[in-house]
């Protein structure tokens, strides 16, 4: 089992939504995160419409990143790998489903087609009591696919493999990673175009969309292009999306929320939350 004994930062003074100290996001910066963010158009104007409420008609989409897997455990990259979970990705899943269940009516669970993906939809599905016919596997809610770093230990790729791993740390959205590897602005286009079609065909709904650390923080970059993720995407976090029927307005009602896995004993802050391990 995982050292839980560190000290969790529970004072929340300033900052909301979190409760865990890699995730800090000041009460100002939240309040800009819960505008609606509309699409920018082809003059690149990203203007916030501050002041609107949520759009009407929305999909409500509460998206779960998999739990721990014995490679996010021992900082080796997944990207398209199929790595199933551990003990410990199992029991934050369902402590994850057991909070899911609690709230609102669930209509659907989807989930990239890879198994720590897909093994802890099912168990959030089985929680809300949906039929197994109710998770539908989306291979275009996969992680990012991270080429020739694939299976190596992140710590090692700057010195087994310095071409993919200069393109893995390029600021170029278009940098793809050699080995078939997808760039920034690929993996965006591919992920985000997935979730605006689940919010459309689910609009009036709130479904749950099990996905990686990398598609996650490109959510949020879409619902807020003018601002960082703060801290990592942690196992088997919560982060709830508004996404207007026609995919023009997103808005982030929750983010990092792993409010539930305190009292599991399953806290953890696993590697690869920022994308590098998935």
């Given at each position: 089992?995982?050292?839980?004994?560190?000290?969790?930062?529970?004072?929340?003074?300033?900052?909301?939504?979190?409760?865990?100290?890699?995730?800090?996001?000041?009460?100002?910066?939240?309040?800009?995160?819960?505008?609606?963010?509309?699409?920018?158009?082809?003059?690149?104007?990203?203007?916030?419409s501050n002041g609107?409420?949520?759009?009407?008609?929305?999909?409500e989409i509460v998206?779960?990143?998999?739990?721990?897997?014995?490679?996010?455990?021992?900082?080796?990259?997944?990207?398209?790998?199929?790595?199933?979970?551990?003990?410990?990705?199992?029991?934050?899943?369902?402590?994850?489903?057991?909070?899911?269940?609690?709230?609102?009516?669930?209509?659907?669970?989807?989930?990239?087609?890879?198994?720590?993906?897909?093994?802890?939809?099912?168990?959030?599905?089985?929680?809300?009591?949906?039929?197994?016919?109710?998770?539908?596997?989306?291979?275009?809610?996969?992680e990012r696919h991270?080429?020739?770093?694939?299976?190596?230990?992140?710590?090692?790729?700057?010195?087994?493999?310095?071409?993919?791993?200069?393109?893995?740390?390029?600021?170029?959205?278009?940098?793809?990673?050699?080995?078939?590897?997808?760039?920034?602005?690929?993996?965006?286009?591919?992920?985000?175009?997935?979730?605006?079609?689940?919010?459309?065909?689910?609009?009036?709904?709130?479904?749950?969309?099990?996905?990686?650390?990398?598609?996650?923080?490109?959510?949020?970059?879409?619902?807020?292009?003018?601002?960082?993720?703060?801290?990592?995407?942690?196992?088997?976090?919560?982060?709830?999306?508004?996404?207007?029927?026609?995919?023009?307005?997103?808005?982030?009602?929750?983010?990092?929320?792993?409010?539930?896995?305190?009292?599991?004993?399953?806290?953890?802050?696993?590697?690869?939350?920022?994308?590098?391990?998935?």
């Amino acid at each position: 089992m995982l050292d839980v004994s560190a000290p969790i930062n529970s004072g929340r003074p300033k900052y909301v939504s979190n409760n865990y100290p890699y995730l800090r996001i000041p009460n100002s910066l939240m309040k800009s995160l819960q505008q609606p963010q509309k699409r920018m158009s082809n003059q690149g104007n990203n203007d916030v419409s501050n002041g609107l409420r949520p759009p009407l008609p929305y999909a409500e989409i509460v998206v779960v990143r998999h739990g721990e897997t014995t490679w996010n455990a021992s900082a080796k990259i997944q990207g398209h790998l199929d790595v199933e979970l551990n003990a410990v990705g199992r029991q934050q899943a369902i402590a994850t489903a057991d909070r899911l269940s609690k709230e609102s009516h669930v209509s659907a669970v989807y989930t990239s087609d890879l198994k720590r993906a897909s093994e802890t939809a099912e168990i959030i599905a089985k929680s809300c009591n949906l039929p197994e016919k109710k998770v539908i596997r989306d291979p275009e809610l996969r992680e990012r696919h991270l080429g020739d770093l694939q299976g190596l230990v992140y710590h090692d790729i700057a010195k087994l493999n310095p071409k993919a791993y200069q393109a893995f740390c390029s600021h170029k959205s278009d940098q793809e990673i050699p080995g078939g590897g997808e760039s920034l602005d690929q993996l965006h286009l591919r992920c985000t175009s997935a979730l605006e079609r689940i919010a459309k065909k689910h609009t009036g709904e709130r479904v749950v969309v099990v996905s990686h650390g990398g598609t996650i923080r490109e959510f949020y970059k879409r619902a807020a292009p003018r601002s960082l993720p703060m801290g990592k995407v942690m196992n088997a976090s919560v982060n709830v999306f508004h996404i207007s029927e026609n995919g023009d307005a997103w808005i982030i009602k929750t983010w990092g929320d792993i409010s539930h896995l305190k009292g599991s004993g399953f806290l953890n802050n696993a590697f690869g939350g920022d994308g590098k391990s998935g």
